[in-house]
C-alpha cells in the first residue's frame, strides 16, 4: 500500500484498488469453495514436525511388499497388474 501513495501512481490509484479488491473476491471465493483454511506460523511448523516424523517410518505395502503372516514378502512386479 505505500506504493500507492507514489505520485506517478497517483493516475490509477483507483484502477488498481479496485483490482486488489476483486482480486482479494476471487482468492476468498477459491478459498470457500475448496474449503480452505488459512493456518498461522505456529500451525506450519507442527505440520512440518508431522512431516519428518512421517518420512523417518517405514513404508511398507507401497508396492505389496508387507510381509504376510509367516513374514514372507511377496515382490510383486508390472506384470502381476496386467492379469
Given at each position: 500500500?505505500?506504493?500507492?501513495?507514489?505520485?506517478?501512481?497517483?493516475?490509477?490509484?483507483?484502477?488498481?484498488?479496485?483490482?486488489?479488491?476483486?482480486?482479494e473476491m476471487v482468492r476468498s471465493e477459491f478459498m470457500d469453495v475448496f474449503d480452505l483454511h488459512e493456518i498461522s506460523e505456529a500451525?506450519?511448523?507442527?505440520?512440518?514436525?508431522?512431516?519428518?516424523?512421517?518420512?523417518?517410518?517405514?513404508?511398507?505395502?507401497?508396492?505389496?511388499?508387507?510381509?504376510?503372516?509367516?513374514?514372507?514378502?511377496?515382490?510383486?512386479?508390472?506384470?502381476?497388474?496386467?492379469?
Open positions: 500500500m505505500k506504493q500507492m501513495k507514489q505520485p506517478e501512481l497517483q493516475g490509477i490509484q483507483q484502477v488498481l484498488s479496485g483490482e486488489l479488491k476483486a482480486i500451525d506450519m511448523d507442527d505440520a512440518e514436525e508431522g512431516v519428518n516424523e512421517a518420512e523417518s517410518e517405514p513404508f511398507d505395502n507401497v508396492l505389496g511388499d508387507a510381509p504376510d503372516e509367516n513374514g514372507k514378502t511377496s515382490h510383486r512386479n508390472e506384470d502381476d497388474n496386467l492379469k
